[in-house]
Nanobody, 119 residues
């Protein structure tokens, strides 16, 4: 019904930057909130940043001032600009959205993209 495809992960040195993208496709009637989560090895998945359909944003304390979430509603795409990356940002990053398709509303997840911050 709804597919999310992430891109932009990779290996970066501490202090570097990466930009993640996530495009939603399928028989989408409406997309509500979108967000990015991450899961480090041995840890639970946590919210990194979220953005409503109206553009209101929310960030985890650990990334405030360094990460910026944005979206392009015309393209059903959400972005995560990550600056001043730290080794503790290393994780698999997952895109999430709440979408309505075929009259049903649900939460959808991408497959994840690895971000590794290391020298």
């Amino acid at each position: 019904q709804v597919q999310l495809v992430e891109s932009g992960g990779g290996l970066v040195q501490p202090g570097g930057s990466l930009r993640l993208s996530c495009a939603a496709s399928g028989s989408i009637f409406r997309i509500g909130g979108m967000g990015w989560y991450r899961q480090a090895s041995g840890k639970e998945r946590e919210l990194v940043a979220a953005i409503t359909s109206g553009g209101t944003t929310n960030y985890a304390d650990s990334v405030k001032g360094r990460f910026t979430i944005s979206r392009d509603n015309a393209k059903n795409t959400v972005y995560l600009e990550m600056n001043s990356l730290k080794p503790e940002d290393t994780a698999v990053y997952y895109c999430n959205c709440r979408a309505t398709a075929f009259g049903l509303t649900g939460d959808y997840w991408g497959q994840g993209t690895q971000v590794t911050v290391s020298s």
